[in-house]
């Protein structure tokens, strides 16, 4: 019996495939710390187990990206260890906190397959669901991945592209379990803007940057368990005239804590509506970002609202520098230094 892992090719996906991924894992005290020194992440909610008491919360959950970014992870060897790039998310729904000592464990369904022109490559759409050690779904999303032939001559069926949809609406969002005492944030982090402060349309160059350093970007892919040769194979890399890429989700967590100046209050992410890595970044590259606010979301609870935002993260500029396209504008409209553009939501406490 061959027992040479060497993942899947494009051809050997199909409509409907189902995927459950190896091995479930325990998120830990450990994995928050580790995060928070890859990131710098400042997220009153998730920091400290005093924050979580005072704003209604029995204990402190971890970072969503963290365990967004966990999940993906799992997924890696099954759909995207021979990955050419991942391209693009929608629908991601971050449905209950997690918490130290949770164990998660992700399956995944094939929705959509699209050989490229050149018939090297393909890109595959995947739904992905995480769910805890009780069974109860988490996280779920979609995101479409390109990835290598092994044979580029190999017959392939008729494209499908699924339709996604382009927002996480109101009635998906997760509105439950905050208190009053979410209010009690602006305690925290000496900052009072809550959800009335901010007006669509408003423009957020948050002020820091952070250089990703090789070590940063090796642990981050190791922490979480991709094993993707794009970012670990710097041999596989070089022999093709590249070298690793960071990890997207990485790229994702450091614009996510840059943007904590402007977003102090800001109390977990909802969803995250559309994402797209437009260009790569490497090693050494530094990383700034700029928020736009797009919505403000009533989410008919009476303590906590919803911020809809675009976030744009550049390598080697500053946030100033940031353009954001007209609405509908996609991937071309962005120059070459642009390495994520984000729109997710975010909730955060009401007056």
Not at 277 to 302: F, M, Q, S
């Amino acid at each position: 019996m061959n027992k040479n892992r060497r993942g899947n090719f494009f051809e050997d996906f199909h409509i409907g495939m189902r995927i459950r991924h190896a091995t479930p894992r325990t998120l830990t005290e450990g994995d928050r710390s580790l995060y928070i020194g890859l990131t710098g992440s400042r997220a009153a909610l998730c920091t400290a187990q005093t924050n979580a008491h005072q704003l209604g919360f029995e204990s402190q959950p971890l970072e969503d990206l963290l365990a967004f970014n966990t999940a993906f992870g799992k997924t890696v060897p099954d759909i995207s260890l021979n990955a050419v790039a991942n391209l693009g998310y929608a629908e991601v729904r971050f449905l209950s906190h997690v918490y130290s000592g949770d164990t998660l464990s992700v399956e995944s369904e094939v929705i959509g397959l699209k050989e490229n022109s050149n018939r090297r490559s393909g890109v595959v759409y995947v739904r992905s669901t995480a769910r805890n050690q009780y069974g109860r779904e988490v996280l779920g999303w979609v995101r479409w991945v390109m990835v290598h032939k092994r044979d580029p001559e190999a017959p392939c069926g008729a494209p499908v592209v699924p339709a996604t949809q382009p927002v996480v609406t109101v009635e998906h969002l997760r509105g439950s379990g905050y208190t009053a005492r979410v209010r009690e944030i602006t305690a925290m982090t000496c900052i009072d803007d809550l959800w009335e402060d901010y007006a669509v349309g408003e423009r957020i160059d948050h002020p820091g940057a952070m250089t990703i350093n090789d070590s940063d970007h090796s642990i981050a892919t190791r922490l979480y368990q991709n094993t993707a040769r794009a970012h670990f194979d710097g041999h596989a890399m070089a022999a093709g005239g590249g070298k690793r890429l960071v990890y997207g989700g990485h790229v994702i967590s450091v614009c996510r804590a840059l943007a904590y100046d402007g977003l102090e209050n800001g109390l977990s992410i909802l969803a995250i509506n559309a994402g797209s890595h437009v260009n790569p970044a490497y090693a050494g590259d530094t990383i700034a970002c700029a928020t736009r606010v797009l919505d403000k979301i009533d989410l008919g609870h009476e303590h906590i609202g919803a911020l809809r935002l675009r976030m744009i993260g550049v390598k080697n500029a500053c946030a100033s520098s940031i353009v954001f396209p007209e609405p509908g504008e996609g991937r071309a409209a962005h120059p070459s230094n642009v390495v994520l553009d984000l729109d997710y939501t975010i909730a955060i406490p009401q007056r």
